[in-house]
Structures are given as C-alpha cells and as structure tokens.
C-alpha cells in the first residue's frame, strides 16, 4: 500500500512539475524550436516573401514587411493571422527570443508588417507563421518560414 502511495505521490510531482514547465513562458520557445526543426521546409499553403529591407538599423525601430500569398491561386492572402517570434541570431542559434509571440499587423494587399527595435548589431531570426483566415490555429504548423534579418 505504501508503494503504491509512493507512485502516486511521484506521479502527481512529475505531472506539476510538467504543467509547471509547460505553462512557463519557456514553452513558447520549446514549441518554436519543434516546429522549426520539423517544419524548415517550404509552407505548405501560402508563399512568404520579405518586401521591406532586411538589413535595419541598430537602435532604431525597424518595420518588416511580409508579402503572403496563397501558394495555389498566387494571389495577395488576406485576413491571415501571422504569429511572430524574432530571436536574436540566426535561427535556432541562440533561442534566445525577443519576448513572447507577437501578431504582424495585416497593411493591404497580402502584406504584413512587424515592428521591433534591435538593440545589438547583427543577425535577427523572424519566425514567422501564418494561419490562413478560416483555418485552424494547426495550420500555422505547415505554414512557418525563418526571415533573417541583420541589423548594422
Ligand atoms: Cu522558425
């Protein structure tokens, strides 16, 4: 009897300690790395192409901008969300992020622009996902692309 309290007891400290783990905003960026690893190939449902400059200023705000189209009909995607994490260095480098998930503001015509202010010189990783309007927040998963950006 005693063991099986002891189980039991193990059991509900490893399945804190987990929630404690997942629920920290360190999950965000573990999820991140996943998908970065499994997903770096081409979107699966749309296109991402950088349509500002990728090389900003250290210091100054920068304003990114995506074009997004649907991969199918090559036409400007619209009402898609785009989550977004910049890290600081190029992809999967460093992991270390520029505070949590962010949504890139839609501006007309399939075009999405982020905004972030580089405090250091060198290379910034803009994860970017897109979740189609109408589809389910699963989708961002085949629809992820790194956008490197080097700040001077
Ligand atoms: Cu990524």
Redesign the pocket.
């Known amino acids: 009897m005693k063991q099986i309290h002891g189980v039991l007891l193990l059991t509900v400290v490893l399945s804190t300690v987990f929630f404690a783990f997942a629920a920290s905003q360190n999950s965000e960026a573990q999820s991140?790395m996943g998908?970065?690893s499994m997903m770096n190939k081409a979107p699966k449902d749309v296109t991402i192409k950088p349509a500002s400059s990728q090389i900003v200023k250290v210091g100054q705000e920068a304003a990114i901008t995506l074009l997004i189209k649907d991969k199918t009909t090559n036409k400007p995607l619209l009402d898609a969300q785009v989550p977004i994490m910049i890290e600081h260095g190029s992809?999967m480098s460093t992991m270390d992020m520029m505070g949590s998930m962010i949504s890139a503001e839609e501006i007309g015509q399939g075009k999405y622009q982020v905004k972030f202010t580089p405090d250091k010189k060198g290379v910034y990783?803009i994860?970017t996902h897109v979740i189609p309007d109408g589809k389910s927040m699963m989708s961002m998963m085949n629809n992820?692309m790194?956008v490197g950006v080097i700040a001077k």
Do not use: K, W
């Open positions: 991140m998908m970065c992809s990783t994860h992820h790194d």
